[in-house]
């Protein structure tokens, strides 16, 4: 792999079903209601139940860990939300290499990540920092 | 988690019911700001608690990442150190015990959990959020956290007003080493109905 910038990583695809919510929901200790609650999701103005924010984070890093390999290190991840995310409805994490730069025997890239449902929506905009041997 | 008996308490920054008072104002909004305004320059330091390896298997499994918890627990047999998946600790909003539910907002979530908002009637999402990440998270560290509100401002949207509140949260080992520093945004909207 030549890491270079406008290098496009695999994307990541996944489907946040309710049951995989709901054990966000549980693992976080999270009780807001419209991430498992679609009555109450409705009455705040959503179709249905939300995709929580920290679930965009955590698939960001992942698609970058995926493609980076063993050893990579996580140094920073970032993330915009723009639209909401829904349960069942599949979303796609794609990655570009922004910079690359050399560092401690190895490389700090720098990509830029978009996460988009499946009707094209982006629901949220993010970067990531790692570290590859 | 391990939890401590006096609880644990996750974007919280130093808000407590008493520090909000009931409404006082016409504008819920600005009652949000002037609310995170008494807030400024305070930090709250609090134990979350120990870190353990079915701690993290969960979090993994609960996102889909099952090969994680294999590894986790192989290395866990092995004797060898089980490193967390990097966004386990923001990943986790609460590490209290409670709150018990007839003390959740009609929302779910709890006043520690809302800060500057109790009693008022808004509702709140999140906007997004920078995790920096300093050291890595090893299952049976004892983790603490700093944490601070960094701003409220008001902002006009196609839909309305609304508050952003940015909050830091830095957490450390037991030795002080920092470990993650994570700013993040939640959006404060008004909502006529409380819910």
Known sequence: ?133 | MTERSEGIKKRAPAVTPSDEGGLMTGDPLEEVRARAARLRGRTERVRLGEVTVRDLCRYAIAVGDDEYAVAARAAEAAGRPVIAPPMFLTGILSWEDGPPEDELRPDGLGAQESPCTEGLPVRQVHGGQAVRLLAPVRAGMTINAERSLTGADRKRGKAGDFVILGLRTEYFDDSGTPLVVSDESVIVLGDGDGA
Do not use: K
Request: glycine share 6%; charged share 20%; with cysteine.
């Open chain 1, 1 to 133: 792999m030549e890491l270079e910038p406008g290098l496009v990583c695999p994307p990541l695809e996944f489907t946040p079903t309710r049951v995989r919510l709901f054990r966000f929901s549980a693992v976080s200790w999270n009780s807001h209601r419209i991430h498992y609650d679609q009555e109450h999701a409705r009455h705040e103005g959503f179709p249905d139940v939300v995709v929580q924010s920290t679930m965009h984070g955590e698939m960001f890093a992942r698609t970058v860990l995926r493609w980076a390999g063993h050893g990579a290190v996580l140094h920073r991840v970032e993330w915009r939300n723009h639209a909401t995310a829904y349960a069942d409805v599949p979303l796609t994490c794609s990655a570009t290499v922004r910079t690359v730069r050399e560092a401690d025997d190895g490389h700090l890239v720098e990509l830029a990540l978009t996460e988009t449902a499946a009707d094209g929506t982006v629901c949220a905009t993010g970067t990531v920092e790692v570290h590859i041997s």
